[in-house]
T-cell receptor
Framework: DVKVTQSSRYLVKRTGEKVFLECVQDMDHENMFWYRQDPGLGLRLIYF???????EKGDIPEGYSVSREKKERFSLILESASTNQTSMYLC???????????????FGPGTRLTVT | AQSVTQLGSHVSVSEGALVLLRCNYSSSVPPYLFWYVQYPNQGLQLLLKYTSAATLVKGINGFEAEFKKSETSFHLTKPSAHMSDAAEYFC???????????FGTGTRLTIIP
């Protein structure tokens, strides 16, 4: 079974703090993703990584950065947390789409971040 | 650009009744389409997917969806709702060669006993 784990289920941080959200997958997937989920807005892609040290901005990258030093680990960084970054953060992983037509993204359980 | 529209942010059905969750997509090329389910306080789990093979796709937990190109739709159905189906459902689209999924805004399904 594919397993995607996230370092925390719940996190409370103060405005201005630097926040690290960690994601680990155990299936040797090339792709990893960070999404933000807000009521009424669905899932929005923050950043995407298609290989170690490679990244691509998603739809809402402002205020976030990412790091992928190892294939299995993808970190989301909030350089200076703000209250409007209070949200549910979901990590996902997948193989390359053109390598496997049986494509799907596998999701972690999510981290609910509250910034006060 | 690709997009999906989910009609109805909240849907309520009685236990044992038909479940119908609507998804319409916009894509200039043949799409890959997905339905994911999210139970409370959990991540997303794949229900089913269409990747250009059979247009009627069967998934887990008795759900199925039909790809209708003429209607640009990929509606999710289940003949008889069960209390355990209460969750949020997301439709998503991509295309061959594009790793990124575009998600709809979600439909919260409530089952009335």
């Amino acid at each position: 079974d594919v397993k995607v784990t996230q370092s925390s289920r719940y996190l409370v941080k103060r405005t201005g703090e630097k926040v690290f959200l960690e994601c680990v997958q155990d299936m040797d997937h090339e792709n990893m993703f960070w999404y933000r989920q807000d009521p009424g807005l669905g899932l929005r892609l923050i950043y995407f990584s298609y290989d170690v040290k490679m990244k691509e901005k998603g739809d809402i990258p402002e205020g976030y950065s990412v790091s992928r030093e190892k294939k299995e680990r993808f970190s989301l960084i909030l350089e200076s947390a703000s209250t409007n970054q209070t949200s549910m953060y979901l990590c996902a992983s997948s193989v390359y789409l053109n390598r496997d037509s049986n494509y799907e993204q596998y999701f972690g359980p999510g981290t609910r971040l509250t910034v006060t | 650009a690709q997009s999906v529209t989910q009609l109805g942010s909240h849907v309520s059905v009685s236990e044992g009744a038909l479940v119908l969750l609507r998804c319409n997509y916009s894509s200039s090329v043949p799409p890959y389409l997905f339905w994911y389910v999210q139970y409370p306080n959990q991540g997303l789990q794949l229900l089913l997917k269409y990747t250009s093979a059979a247009t009627l796709v069967k998934g887990i937990n008795g759900f199925e969806a039909e790809f209708k190109k003429s209607e640009t739709s990929f509606h999710l159905t289940k003949p008889s709702a069960h209390m355990s189906d209460a969750a949020e459902y997301f439709c998503a689209v991509t295309k061959f060669g594009n790793e990124k999924l575009t998600f709809g805004t979600g439909t919260r399904l409530t089952i009335i006993p």
